[in-house]
């Protein structure tokens, strides 16, 4: 018997979800998920799978470890790199350029970034030039193994500083990353490649290097359109939620 019934219980606790509304998430029954909270039926790989992305939490521990409530409320579980959704947002949706590949980041920051479509979502204070990227494997050197295909990260190209454990896509020559980077003496950057290889490289080699500040996933199979429309429903709901939490 897994643990996947009483993790996902803590989980709707701490993020206060309703069993209606995480079988909505979901494409379930509000009786299937209390039939897996209270242990009388275990999940499918594929709910599993998709249940451990959208919280950011890897499947082994979803279903083979109890959580606990400290390490889901600090999103600090699991050892796959994953990007933190920050605590404070802020309750006023923005519009930001949403990129179908990560080769569209140029345009989607230039002046002239009428002819790329936009999606709006709840960002955190003090924002700066934020772009959304689809993800596409075929254009990345290397990538965190976490991130599949048509999953989506945010990207702040208005901060750019050195972070210790700060994810950020990378370009340099006709290479590029996500991952995490290292600042060395003589404009040296080590860029700390998901496969653990490391790479060596002078700064201003480096055509540019945004940190990522978000991660969200996607459903299997699901339209471009369709995975727009579906992030911007759940995240009026989060800052609907937040706003209430507020009152």
């Known amino acids: 018997m897994s643990y996947f019934g009483s993790n996902i219980r803590k989980i709707r606790s701490i993020r206060k979800i309703s069993q209606s509304e995480f079988a909505e998430i979901f494409d379930l029954s509000r009786a299937s998920v209390g039939s897996y909270e209270e242990g009388r039926a275990e999940p499918k790989i594929d709910l599993i799978n998709r249940v451990a992305k959208y919280f950011s939490i890897t499947i082994d521990e979803l279903?083979?470890?109890?959580?606990?409530v400290n390490e889901l409320y600090h999103f600090d579980v699991g050892n796959e790199p994953t990007f933190k959704i920050p605590n404070k947002l802020v309750y006023e949706l923005k519009s930001i350029p949403f990129c179908p590949?990560?080769?569209d980041i140029d345009k989607a920051l230039s002046d002239d970034a009428n002819e790329v479509d936009h999606i709006q979502m709840p960002l955190n204070e003090g924002s700066g030039?934020?772009?959304?990227?689809?993800?596409?494997?075929?254009?990345?050197?290397?990538?965190?193994?976490?991130?599949?295909?048509?999953?989506?990260?945010?990207?702040?190209?208005?901060?750019?500083?050195?972070?210790?454990?700060?994810?950020?896509?990378?370009?340099?020559?006709?290479?590029?990353?996500?991952?995490?980077?290292?600042?060395?003496?003589?404009?040296?950057?080590?860029?700390?490649?998901?496969?653990?290889?490391?790479?060596?490289?002078?700064?201003?080699?480096?055509?540019?290097?945004?940190?990522?500040?978000?991660?969200?996933?996607?459903?299997?199979?699901?339209?471009?359109?369709?995975r727009i429309d579906r992030l911007e429903e759940q995240l009026y709901r989060l800052t609907s939620k937040s706003i209430q939490n507020k009152l």
Not at 139 to 147: I, Q, S
Not at 197 to 216: A, E, M, S, T
């Open 101 to 103: 590949s990560v080769k």
């Open 63 to 68: 279903i083979n470890k109890e959580l606990t």
């Open 129 to 226: 030039v934020f772009v959304a990227i689809n993800i596409m494997p075929r254009d990345f050197k290397a990538m965190p193994d976490n991130l599949k295909q048509n999953d989506i990260v945010i990207i702040d190209a208005g901060h750019v500083s050195f972070t210790k454990d700060q994810f950020y896509v990378i370009k340099t020559g006709d290479a590029i990353f996500i991952s995490k980077l290292k600042l060395l003496a003589g404009n040296t950057v080590l860029i700390l490649q998901v496969d653990y290889d490391l790479l060596l490289v002078n700064i201003d080699d480096i055509d540019y290097y945004y940190p990522v500040i978000r991660y969200i996933g996607n459903y299997p199979g699901e339209s471009e359109s369709n």
